[in-house]
């Protein structure tokens, strides 16, 4: 079931493979399907912040486990954290049966919502993850 070849056109993309879904200022976060299928199975999800708290670009907001490796998760953008995917909590699996929706990570209110703007297209991250496939 590997999705590596799924990049949806609708969001912008960080080089550390989170996704960044913007409607309106509010800014939804969370990893790709590469990002799944580098990781494995998904067993823990780990946040760093809460509601209410500010995020920098780049900083962690939590972690994802699996049966590989342990991973940072870096906001794509700088704002405020409105909400967190507590779901994944109890059943981080969502992440690899749906990384583009029901697996949402965090909803950040924008900062600066054109910040989105500024990271990678679907075409450029497209690019980028074939060049890390060779």
């Not at 939590?62 to 405020?80: M, N, R, W, Y």
Request: hydrophobic share 40%; glycine share 8%.
């Amino acid at each position: 079931m590997s999705q590596a070849s799924d990049v949806k056109n609708d969001r912008r993309y960080t080089k550390d493979h989170e996704w960044a879904l913007a409607k309106g200022g509010s800014v939804t976060v969370g990893i790709t399907a590469f990002a799944v299928d580098q990781l494995g199975d998904v067993t823990l999800i780990n946040w760093d912040v809460a509601p209410g708290d500010r995020v920098e670009v780049g900083q962690v907001f939590g972690t994802i486990e699996s049966v590989k490796t342990l991973s940072d998760l870096f906001a794509p953008i700088s704002g405020t954290v409105e909400k967190i995917n507590s779901e994944l909590e109890a059943s981080p699996e969502r992440v690899n049966e749906d990384c583009w929706d029901r697996g949402w990570m965090i909803v950040i209110s924008a900062e600066d919502p054109k910040a989105v703007e500024g990271l990678l297209d679907a075409k450029t991250y497209g690019e980028h993850i074939a060049s890390l496939e060779h």
